[in-house]
């Protein structure tokens, strides 16, 4: 039994010597891909249950390695929160999201929202502000048709954020709640803050139909929000019963794979806005 232990404690340090090694690689490869802005985004569909038309999108950020191929936001945003490299990334999606919203706009389909997601240390970033107001006004978009999806984190820094907020809110930017309820929610900051969307977060979603509390705690999520003039979107919408069940409690945006995938530029363009003309 002694011995096993030892093998398998040999297995395990040279596992975690790989990972560290990994790691190393990926952050090296990381640093490269700024540079080279080897990110694409890939768009979701937001779309009104009521009427089946689409009315935002999510921008999706995923890095296109030159050896390992696409990889999801999970494989590098940690990374990139641990080493700073957070803020170029995210100031990069900030800008493309812009632009390719005004491209989309100039090539006449009907106007989108688009989100971007902020990183909770990209928002604290003292320049964050000045960035997307230059970025509107460099691409030409209307800060109507952009919204940040913050999370509920960024409410521990509570002076701070409602002077951020307040700032975002008078150029016109809308501001989301992402992963509503996952978090550090004091629920304090909902009467100050200028939020225009609560986003439910899909592992409530996941389990309205067969969990009764979840079924509850995403009722009492949509009437609060309503009750303070806030739109409510559920995210991870998978089934015709979800979507039943959200229709019903009046639900106002969905966005899943009930719908749609995140999909890159050209596949929304054939799925979702050439046969939704002007
Ligand atoms: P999130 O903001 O909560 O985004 C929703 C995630 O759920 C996305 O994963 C989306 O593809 C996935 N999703 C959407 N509908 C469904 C569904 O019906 N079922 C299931 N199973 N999943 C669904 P993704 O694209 O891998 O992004 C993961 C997370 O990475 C995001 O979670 C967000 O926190 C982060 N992220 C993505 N893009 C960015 C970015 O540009 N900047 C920052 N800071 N974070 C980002
Ligand atoms: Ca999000
Ligand atoms: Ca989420
Ligand atoms: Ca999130």
Redesign the pocket.
Known sequence: AKNQGKNRYSVYTSDLLEGAKDEYRLETDLRKAVEQEEFVL?Y?PQINPRTGKIIGV????RWQHPTLGLL???KF?KLAEDNGL?NP??KW?IKEACAQNKRWQDAGYPPLKVS????TQ?FLTSDLVTYMENTLEKTGLDSQYLVV?ITEYMAMEYEYSLKVLKKLKEIGIGISI??FGTGYSSLAYLNNFPIDYIKI??SFVFEIINDQPSAYIVKAIITLAHNLQMQVIA????TEEQLDFLINQQCDLV????FS??LPVDELERSYLNGNPN
Do not use: M
């Open positions: 890939h979701q999510e921008a999706l950020i999801p936001p999970d945003i957070i990334i995210g999606v971007v997601n902020l990183s990209q999806e992402d992963d977060d899909k995210e991870g919408v998978e966005q899943g794979f009930h995938k995140p």
